[in-house]
């Protein structure tokens, strides 16, 4: 079984400016590559779970989003970081157009990205953590049975009830991963 780091994409890989999509609005996040190489070095692999209903909402296209996630990757192997997977929601179930409006699984708060990850790449929940700055995303990986869960503070952080380690930026994370 394998162990893996799951990372939340927007606010946590990089700043979320709100539904990026295009190369020059990505700035990946300071100690992103830090905690990634760390993880590595320990074992872990790392997947990338991400709610994109900028798609749905007919902001960008899947095909944006591919071209995007190829070079966000490129850019970490470069840095001597192999992202595993990424898994990403096109879905909303009040805002999106067409097939794309639905009550899906996958959207966090609901845990099916995870669940999926877990099933293709023989995760063991138990021993992985995820890293995100939603309350959703904490939810999510509670719903998955990942107990090492991580809330970097944000301007989304409504202060709702959720069993997380609250950190005040991404580089605190490292203490986590062990
Ligand atoms: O943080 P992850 O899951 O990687 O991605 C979140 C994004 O898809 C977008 O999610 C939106 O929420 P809604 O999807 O509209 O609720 C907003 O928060 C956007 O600012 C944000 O860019
Ligand atoms: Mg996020
Ligand atoms: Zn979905």
Same mark, same amino acid.
């Given at each position: 079984m394998n162990k893996? =780091? %799951? =990372?939340d994409r927007d606010g946590i890989i990089n700043i979320d400016h709100g539904y990026v999509y295009r190369q020059e609005d990505f700035e990946f996040v300071e100690g992103i590559f830090e905690l990634c190489k760390a993880a590595q070095r320990l074992g872990y692999i790392i997947i +990338? &779970?991400?709610n994109q209903s900028g798609i749905g909402r007919g902001r960008y296209t899947e095909e944006d989003f591919h /071209? =995007?996630?190829h070079w966000m990757k490129q850019q970490f192997t470069? /840095?001597?970081v192999h992202i595993t997977?990424?898994? %990403?929601c096109p879905h909303h179930p009040t805002k999106a157009k067409g097939n794309y409006l639905t009550s899906c699984e996958c959207r966090k708060p609901n845990p099916g990205m995870v669940l999926s990850a877990a099933k293709e790449h023989k995760i063991d929940v138990? /021993? @992985? &953590? %995820? +890293?995100g700055d939603k309350i959703s995303d904490m939810q999510a990986a509670e719903a998955a049975g990942i107990h090492n869960r991580v809330l +970097?503070? @944000?301007h989304y952080d409504d202060h709702k009830q959720v069993e997380a380690q609250r950190i005040a930026k991404l580089s605190d994370a490292i203490a986590f991963v062990d």
């Open positions: 893996a =780091l %799951f =990372l +990338v &779970i991400t /071209q =995007l996630t470069h /840095q001597g997977d990424v898994y %990403f138990k /021993q @992985s &953590i %995820f +890293v +970097v503070a @944000s």
